[in-house]
């Protein structure tokens, strides 16, 4: 308990809202004082805690986490969930046959992950552009049977996907670029620039993603993509664009939008 009453301060004066819930992790992470202080250091100096901890929370599972990731955000969970429950109904109407999931944009796997956790076996593979984040999602999704790739989109995939993608969840950069100095600086400093970057408007990786998804996608398939209420319209008529029927989703708890993509089963 001293222990703790000493370290909060420092944590509520380094600007840390949650100052008592971090000073607990800290001390859980480690008996070593010297080990402790140096991860005190860190996230004193603004690194997030996930990275400083070497783990993240992400719809109840604890994931690794490596400096300078994205860190996934809770607001993602929503579009999991979503991801999830469709992969699930479609291995019933399948009488147990796993779907094929792709986790683009997928960051340490976060949302692969969590699929496999609630829809059971499925067919999973995930790509990232970053090595530092496919390291990561390496030692989380390899155990549960996925293959993870390090590439641009869909350049990552192997071709034998094309057609046969039954649920495709992205959680696309969707920040614009000039909004990027105003992010918190733990996302700011210390994330990867390209998790973060989405162009001038914050959809230019949505425009790639939804204008080649129809090759991709099985017939009936789905894209679920994350973005800003701001940018649902928009994201909606890029899909539309590509040949595929989009439908707004909206998680009223969290504020978070998806908007998913139906590739027509004709």
Known sequence: MRAEAELVPRLRAAGCVFAEDEAHLLLEATDDADALEALIVRRVAGEPLEQVLGWAGFGGLRLHVEPGVFVPRHRTEFLATVAAQFARDLAASRNGAPPVVVDLCCGIGAIGAKITDVAGPIDLVAADIDAAAVRAARRNLEPRGAKVFEGDLYEALPDELRGRVDVLAVNAPYVPTDEIALMPPEARDHEARVALDGGRDGLDVHRRVAASAARWLAP?????????????????????????VPRILHDEDEGTIVVGALRSAR
């Open 220 to 244: 009936g398939g789905r894209l679920l993509i994350e973005t800003s209420e701001r940018q649902a319209d928009t994201a909606a008529d890029l899909m539309r664009q590509g040949g595929l």
